[in-house]
């Protein structure tokens, strides 16, 4: 029997991240972009999900600034190109303007899970 944990969305996340990958899923039947991985579609339910590799690049579609005791951070939404949004931050940068070019970049903290995070492309840099 296969092993369950396997074939978990999640798990099958964790393994796209371990690898320097972001995972998504595509669905045969109706052609959206699944995210965050899930057994089935979310728009028409299928099960028949196919895991990509996002190339990683996306726009900022909102960007709110955390302040924060110790240190403010950013909070940013991401169109992904292949047509998914995700919740990230881009580390480093004050305040991120929406509709930036961004890249993703998996980051791997002591001790934390490790996590996709978004640079700014060359071409934003000022
Ligand atoms: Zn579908």
Redesign the pocket.
């Known amino acids: 029997m296969p092993d369950i944990r396997e074939q978990a969305p999640y798990q099958r996340y964790l393994e796209g991240l371990s690898r320097g990958a972001l995972v998504y899923q595509h669905?045969?039947?109706?052609?959206?972009a699944?995210f965050y991985l899930r057994p089935c579609?979310?728009?028409?339910?299928?099960v028949?999900?196919q895991l990509r590799d996002s190339l990683g690049l996306g726009t900022l579609y909102s960007s709110s600034v955390i302040f924060d005791k110790e240190r403010n951070y950013n909070l940013v939404l991401v169109d992904l190109d292949e047509g998914f949004r995700m919740m990230s931050t881009v580390p480093g940068c004050d305040a991120p303007s929406i509709g930036a070019r961004v890249r993703a970049r998996v980051e791997r903290l002591e001790g934390e899970e490790s996590r996709v995070v978004f640079d700014l492309t060359d071409g934003e840099r000022s």
């Open positions: 669905c045969h039947e109706c052609g959206q699944v579609c979310s728009r028409c339910g299928s028949e999900l």
